[in-house]
């Protein structure tokens, strides 16, 4: 079995410069108000959790992130990654959630990228598996003159990993509800683990 570094980054939070940043919220038990609770920086670090568990009991190296503007947290990433073994597979992760009405998981990875377009592929795969919910889990790739230049900026600075962008489910579409409860964010990130492990050990990284 092939080991992988892999950086999780919990992004919409510990930005120095915003720090009340804290993404997507929306009134997910419909009370009123918006809790806590219910913001994309509390709903990622759930399934970034769960997704980070299963990928140690994998046998793979996690490095949670979640401090830092964008630029911070690329470079140090470029920095840890020269203090592994050369040849070592390395994945670096940016979690979010969706918002903005939707129903299918999305997934964006680096133009620029060799071997993003089959990572985004396998855990497009495994999420379709254990998530009807979702209408499909659409793998593009993000680039910085066209719409899709925000996710390309949660990306763009890392060099050595592959740089994927997660946006798993719509944290406003109703019949993606059950995925954002606890049950649904630990099936969301083991998943996610899933297939990174199955990407890592099959295919030529």
């Given at each position: 079995m092939i080991s992988a570094v892999v950086y999780l980054d919990r992004q919409h939070s510990g930005k120095p410069g915003k720090p009340s940043d804290r993404g997507a919220a929306v009134d997910l038990d419909g009370d009123?108000?918006?809790?806590?609770?219910?913001?994309?920086?509390?709903?990622t670090a759930r399934y970034l959790l769960a997704c980070e568990l299963a990928l140690l009991e994998m046998g793979h190296t996690v490095i949670p992130i979640s401090d830092g503007g964008?630029?911070?947290?690329?470079?140090?990433?470029?920095?840890?990654?020269?203090?592994?073994?050369?040849?070592?597979?390395?994945?670096?992760?940016?979690?979010?959630?969706?918002?903005?009405?939707?129903d299918y998981g999305l997934l964006g990875y680096?133009?620029?990228s060799r071997s993003g377009p089959e990572l985004a592929s396998r855990i497009g795969r495994q999420l379709r598996q254990v998530a009807p919910e979702l209408n499909g889990v659409k793998c593009i790739e993000a680039r910085p003159d066209n719409w899709t230049r925000n996710m390309y900026a949660t990306i763009s600075g890392v060099?050595?990993?592959i740089g994927l962008c997660l946006e798993p489910c719509f944290m406003d579409q109703p019949s993606h509800a059950d995925l954002l409860t606890?049950?649904?964010?630990?099936?969301?990130?083991?998943?996610?683990?899933?297939?990174?492990?199955?990407?890592?050990?099959?295919?030529?990284?």
């Amino acid at each position: 079995m092939i080991s992988a570094v892999v950086y999780l980054d919990r992004q919409h939070s510990g930005k120095p410069g915003k720090p009340s940043d804290r993404g997507a919220a929306v009134d997910l038990d419909g009370d009123g108000k918006i809790q806590r609770d219910e913001q994309e920086a509390a709903l990622t670090a759930r399934y970034l959790l769960a997704c980070e568990l299963a990928l140690l009991e994998m046998g793979h190296t996690v490095i949670p992130i979640s401090d830092g503007g964008y630029n911070e947290r690329h470079a140090r990433v470029n920095q840890y990654a020269g203090t592994f073994k050369a040849g070592r597979p390395q994945l670096y992760l940016a979690g979010h959630l969706n918002a903005g009405g939707g129903d299918y998981g999305l997934l964006g990875y680096d133009y620029r990228s060799r071997s993003g377009p089959e990572l985004a592929s396998r855990i497009g795969r495994q999420l379709r598996q254990v998530a009807p919910e979702l209408n499909g889990v659409k793998c593009i790739e993000a680039r910085p003159d066209n719409w899709t230049r925000n996710m390309y900026a949660t990306i763009s600075g890392v060099t050595q990993p592959i740089g994927l962008c997660l946006e798993p489910c719509f944290m406003d579409q109703p019949s993606h509800a059950d995925l954002l409860t606890g049950a649904g964010l630990m099936l969301i990130g083991r998943s996610i683990a899933r297939g990174i492990d199955n990407f890592v050990n099959t295919c030529e990284v």
